[in-house]
């Protein structure tokens, strides 16, 4: 029981590695641009995120539960959902004060 | 900038610290030999610097997932090494021992080291930097020692598979941890939260990170991140179960 359970989670789970809505985000000067995202609700999305900055940061969120360290000048991508319509905040572990953002997940309910 | 050391440290330095001291408690009640951490240390910093030194190209691999894959890789690793060592008799238990040390120091090693070094330079941020680095490393080093003591008091005695229970559940976090970066990467598919406990308790509490220290505790965990953490958790349960029949049974024959 315990072994068709797992293989069925592992099919399931195993990606399609299908084409993913993709959306940029650049850190200059500790702060995200755009640091407001929309994106579908049940839809997982890639999040590219490119650092411009002299440090590292580091792309946090308890909400979405993700983090990712950001090398400076380099790129790194994350991917996020399928959420539930509602506001995950993030934002960065290194400069939390300055680099806060936030990604709107829209549904039927919350669309414009 | 303070703050943000403290809690880097509550989140890299104190797993490892905790599943330290928890081996440290098993390891004392057979030898008080601590060559196995001394090893484990002196390894573990030489990987540290060999990783640190490589760390851009590393990140670059798999298309920007390369340090996930690595921390992955490591993290199921020590579990398997944690497996071993419920499973082993003192010199083997030892050998492990320092492999497992040596592991955690590398990979939580290198976050921190990401941290430090991307703001040792700036001379605003170096007195909170070395302020918050004490605190966090203060407080990460208080629990693993109450936790290591409390593991070898005399109540414990009664309880003698308690220790390896803790280990159970700080092996299982880092098969939760090793899942938590392949859903990152997109190589596993996570569905929406199975629950949300973030209202009870949250993972940025300090009590978040301590429980997530010390049994992987996520307050919204996918449907795949709590089917691998119950199956990582049964197998070392299992394991010990098993061991203490087999010891029973030599000890009554």
Redo the contacts between chains.
Sequence with gaps: M?KR??IV?LL????A?AE?PVIEIEIRNHLFFPAEIEVPS?T?V?LKITNYDN??E?FDS?DL??E??I??K??????IG???PGHYYFFG????NSAQGVVIVKGADNAD | MLI?AV??FLRDALPVLVLISILAAIIYRHSDSTLWLTKGLALGLLGLIIQASF??PI??WF???G??MITTLSHLLVYCALLGFILCRNENRMKLAVVIVALLITTSGT?VY??L???WS?PHALDALLVGTALGLGISLSLAVLLYYALRSELIDSVPQLPMIVLSLAAARQVTEAV?FL???????????LWNT?AIL???SEFGHLFNALTGY????S??QV?FHL?ALGSPLLLIYKTRHVNLKEVTS
């Excluded at chain 1, 399931?12 to 990606?15: A, G, T, Y």
């Excluded at chain 1, 380099?74 to 991917?79: C, D, G, L, N, Q």
């Excluded at chain 2, 996520?218 to 965990?221: K, V, W």
């Design positions: 315990l359970l797992v989670t399931l789970s195993l990606s590695w993913r049940n997982k890639k440090t590292p580091e308890f539960n993700r990712k360290v090398f400076p380099r790129s790194a991508t994350i991917f399928p959420l539930s572990e290194y400069n939390p | 943000n809690i880097l760390i851009n990140s670059d298309d920007g997932f340090f996930e976050n990401i941290y070094n991307g703001f700036d938590y859903i990152q990467a997109d190589w596993l598919q996570a569905s929406t939260p973030s949250s993972d940025s996520e307050a919204s965990p449907t795949i089917v199956i």
